[in-house]
């Protein structure tokens, strides 16, 4: 499901700025510089996340060359690992039945779609951060000390994803979990050799990379990666990325969707198992995934830099609480409430699909829109279905436990209707792809190329090659400016190519050299100065 949900058209299009051109260039720079230790963006050293994801994507980039669908393999690539070992740690402690279960859900969860579909590096630190947490969960009720050590070296491999997250959020989950879990049972004592040698483990796998930089840098790369861009992010707002305490409650809604509608009554039923614990098995595993759901919540959302992704590492938890909500109502043959959760999923898609029709009957909607009309159509259709089919299953006994593969499939179909027939008609609004083709099929040597008040600086900078600048506004005389000054830098070279607003682009300053409009794309202009010097 992972597999079928995550790779089907994952290297339609052009890359997404910001994120995926800016991860996208480091990875290529590898390949251009040579340099597997130091990052690059630009040219410049890259200081702002850790290198794994970086040189994964290298990897495949090497292979299949710096494509849309290599950059993005390795997210795919984590996303259907984190399905798999889901499936696998669940069943090992409920049985075959709720591990799919919860597999299957997480799979074809929106959030863990879309993350799997991304050059980005959350993939991967939702999959270290996940395997960390079952490991350390197994070996706590275990006592087997390996499984502790297991933990800690996903961790290593979660700092090398994406830093100290990986092994903070994992401690935020499992300490609470095993001091809620103790007040309960007894629970297994474990040797002090195991977390040593966790630790020792973590660290052979977390410090060379950093002493390498040391070496180079002295403690500037740190101080970069771990204060500025770690625990920065965390007192203070970066780029402009903030939100209010309640950001991630939409998020959480329409990120598991469509099994949100499944979560409330998931949700009562575990408090219900806690209350009166029949399955000592059980209660424990609705006592982990409550504080993975809870704390890591709690702790983002007190973040002041907030972003949508940060909190995919806990859909695992949400998916192994409906999961076992789901195993009680196949056990039972059916669930009143479950039947009324499944009718809340098409009566919403229903209202969705009468929005885009009253939308497109009353508004004149460019070429591009329509096209792309009919298959979001038809992805409202697939979900409205399968949840129609959910609910008819959930009504009889004898199939309730095949009503969660019903909803899964109607997700998967909507998921790659969109990745196969929508998300290319988004590349009509994407001009600097466009604009770069044209740069890089006619610069020549000693050429330099910028852009100006103009949005989509990465992409710029992915689809030709480093140096790229981005230039301060011609009218600009404040020299603190951000920015490069655009006399000096297209008086400098012999001929500059410069991505501008369609808009100015004819009023633009000359400078006393030629400058000529190659081609205009949508609210982007492409000009080229070149001739005699400026005077």
């Known amino acids: 499901m992972a597999a079928l949900i995550t790779l089907p058209g994952l290297g339609v299009g052009t890359l997404w700025d910001n994120s995926e051109t800016a991860y996208g260039e480091v990875a290529r720079e590898i390949l251009l510089t040579r340099d597997w230790v130091v990052m690059h963006l630009n040219g410049v050293p890259y200081f702002v996340q850790p290198p794994l994801y970086f040189w994964l994507a290298a990897g495949f980039a090497l292979i299949a060359g710096p494509t849309a669908f290599a950059l993005r393999l390795p997210a795919a690539l984590a996303t259907i690992a984190l399905g798999a070992f889901t499936g696998y740690a669940v069943a090992r402690q409920a049985g075959t039945r709720v591990g799919v279960y919860a597999a299957v859900i997480l799979s074809t969860s929106l959030m863990q779609a879309v993350i799997g579909r991304l050059a980005i590096m959350d993939a991967l630190l939702d999959l270290a951060v996940a395997m960390t947490i079952f490991w350390w969960f197994r070996g706590l009720q275990s006592g087997g000390g390996r499984y502790i050590v297991f933990g800690w070296i996903a961790a290593g491999a979660g700092f090398l994803a994406k830093g100290l997250v990986a092994p903070v959020v994992a401690m935020l989950v499992i300490v609470p979990f095993y001091l809620w879990n103790r007040r309960a049972e007894t629970m297994p004592r474990l040797s002090a050799r195991a977390w040593i040698a966790g630790i020792v483990a973590f660290l052979a796998i977390v410090l060379?990379?950093?002493?390498?930089?040391?070496?180079h840098f002295h403690l500037f790369p740190l101080e970069k990666l771990i204060g500025e861009y770690t625990v920065g992010r965390y007192t203070g707002i970066i780029e402009n990325q903030s939100g209010p305490v309640w950001y991630y409650v939409p998020v959480i809604i329409l990120g598991f969707f469509p099994w949100i509608a499944f979560l409330p009554m998931a949700i009562v039923y575990g408090v219900r198992q806690l209350q009166t614990p029949q399955d000592p098995q059980l209660a424990r595993l609705v006592r982990l995934s409550f504080s993975w759901i809870a704390i890591p919540f709690l702790f983002f959302s007190f973040a002041e830099t907030k972003l949508p992704n940060y909190v995919a590492l806990e859909l695992p938890a949400l998916a192994l609480v409906t999961a076992l909500y789901f195993e009680s109502v196949a056990r039972k043959g059916g669930s009143r409430s479950a039947i009324v959760s499944a009718a809340t999923v098409p009566v919403t898609i229903g209202a969705l699909a009468f929005a885009i029709w009253l939308f497109t009957r009353n508004n004149q909607l460019t070429a591009e829109i329509a096209r792309a009309v009919p298959p979001l159509a038809g992805m409202a259709a697939a979900i409205f279905a399968g949840s129609l089919l959910t609910a008819l299953l959930l009504a009889r006994s004898a199939t309730a436990r095949l009503a969660p593969y019903a909803l899964a499939v109607s997700?998967?179909?909507?998921?790659?209707?969109?990745?196969?027939?929508?998300?290319?008609?988004?590349?009509?609004?994407?001009p600097i792809p466009r604009l770069a083709a044209i740069i890089e099929r006619d610069r020549l040597p000693g050429d330099v190329v910028a852009i100006q008040r103009v949005s989509g600086g990465n992409s710029l900078l992915f689809y030709t090659r480093p140096v790229v600048r981005a230039l301060a506004a011609p009218d600009d005389a404040d020299p603190q400016a951000d920015g490069v000054?655009?006399?000096?830098?297209?008086?400098?070279?012999?001929?500059?190519?410069?991505i501008v607003p369609a808009e100015t682009s004819a009023y633009d300053p000359a400078y006393g050299r030629n400058r000529r409009v190659v081609a205009v794309d949508r609210k982007a202009a492409l000009l080229l100065y070149s001739g005699p010097h400026c005077r």
Do not use: Q, S, T, Y
Not at 208 to 215: K, N, S
């Open 411 to 430: 997700a998967l179909i909507a998921v790659d209707l969109i990745a196969v027939r929508v998300l290319p008609h988004a590349e009509a609004f994407k």
């Open 485 to 498: 000054d655009p006399r000096g830098f297209i008086c400098g070279a012999p001929r500059a190519w410069v």
């Open 208 to 215: 060379p990379w950093p002493l390498a930089l040391v070496a």
